[in-house]
């Protein structure tokens, strides 16, 4: 997948998601970080149960849990490569900001390969 996605003048957000889900499980970083399905569409019943449940809009894509440099954990929220083909939306920056203000680390992170490089970042 990693080759094939590298081949892609623009990706799509999920194949971006695959690609640094592949690359975490291939570096025994899965075990330790995980995507939250946030967004996407969805029918309009399943839509309303699920922010019942609490889903939240602007929720970043995945949360590694891991206290690491004085922060309690990263959040990254994942962006395709082509920042013209991406928008952070005022939900997402808004959360984003909290996070950060509570302790967390947070990114915005344009593909996987940039995900990758902010994740062993955060990490050293």
């Not at 590298?6 to 194949?15: D, F, G, I, R, Y």
């Amino acid at each position: 997948m990693l080759k094939r996605i590298n081949n892609l003048k623009c990706p799509t957000e999920a194949n971006e998601a695959t690609a640094l889900a592949e690359w975490a499980a291939h570096h025994h970083i899965a075990k330790n970080m995980f995507h939250i399905p946030n967004g996407g569409s969805r029918h309009i019943i399943e839509a309303k149960n699920l922010k019942k449940q609490g889903v939240k809009e602007g929720i970043p894509d995945y949360f590694l849990p891991y206290p690491c440099n004085g922060k309690a954990g990263m959040f990254i929220e994942l962006k395709r490569r082509v920042k013209s083909q991406s928008r952070l939306t005022q939900a997402q920056a808004q959360c984003l900001a909290h996070l950060e203000r509570v302790g967390y680390h947070t990114v915005i992170a344009y593909g996987w390969e940039d995900a990758v490089q902010k994740i062993v970042n955060y990490l050293k």
